[in-house]
């Protein structure tokens, strides 16, 4: 059984060179089956690093990463990490990007029916064959989607995925993405700047400082807000981004 937390970061310190000042500081952040957590923060304060550890790209100075494992294996649980440009390979199809997470998997055989499944999920069934160069911006991102969830990932990691796009696309992607892990149950950690991305996705939020990276406040998102409540949350999270913010923690 899979025990909670799927991902534990433990008192996570991270510096780039040995003499220069740390990233991140003494961090400390779980991620529970199921979930779907936002890490909110200004531009610096380390969130992509903190993803990355969590997706295992880099290693922290010091500190550690527990996992969960998977029912009935050894192995750890599957983390996908989804960036914020789609990263497609230009030359193939639709159908093409997507199934290449299943090679790399060594599940190519289960490609025609996994894909066909995770398009029409993600709103895309009727553009299979399509070159990604003939796809909008959105369109692309939702193939990035839909290949990142080919391998049934306990975990999908999102690195500022709409930051790109014009607003219309990205309140349409965040629905997509909400009703996509609903469908699926996988635990969901997205890295923003954006508040309405948070509102609109999570279900619990941290916000980090700067200088050094580290959690200064956590709010949970109830669901169905009113529009009075989103706007109490949405002070509440600009509020704890300001510079001055001291350590808190927060329940909306």
Not at 203 to 229: H, K, L, Q, W, Y
Request: charged share 25%; glycine share 6%; with cysteine.
């Amino acid at each position: 059984m899979i025990p909670l937390p799927l991902i534990d970061v433990r008192r996570v310190t991270h510096r780039y060179g040995y003499h220069r000042a740390p990233v991140l500081a003494d961090l400390s952040l779980r991620v529970a089956q199921g979930e779907r957590l936002a890490v909110i923060g200004r531009s610096g304060c380390g969130k992509s690093t903190l993803l990355q550890i969590m997706a295992g790209l880099a290693h922290p100075t010091s500190g550690e990463i527990r996992l969960a494992e998977r029912r009935y294996a050894t192995r750890p649980i599957r983390r996908t990490l989804m960036f914020q440009r789609p990263l497609l390979f230009p030359w193939l199809d639709v159908t093409g990007n997507v199934a290449l997470a299943l090679r790399f998997d060594g599940r190519a055989r289960e490609a025609p029916g996994r894909v066909e499944a995770l398009l029409t999920q993600v709103g895309l069934a009727e553009h299979a064959n399509t070159n990604v160069r003939e796809l909008s911006g959105g369109q692309q991102q939702r193939v990035a989607l839909a290949r990142s969830l080919a391998i049934d990932p306990d975990v999908l990691l999102l690195d500022e995925p709409f930051s790109a796009l014009d607003p219309l696309t990205r309140s349409d992607l965040r629905r997509q993405l909400r009703e996509t892990q609903v469908a699926f149950g996988f635990a969901m950690t997205l890295v923003t700047h954006d508040v309405d991305d948070v509102l609109d996705l999570a279900t619990r939020v941290v916000a980090m400082s700067a200088d050094p990276g580290r959690i200064v406040a956590e709010f949970d998102i109830p669901p169905d807000m009113d529009a009075e409540a989103r706007a109490t949350l949405r002070a509440q999270l600009i509020n704890a981004l300001e510079p001055a913010t001291f350590p808190l923690a927060l329940s909306a």
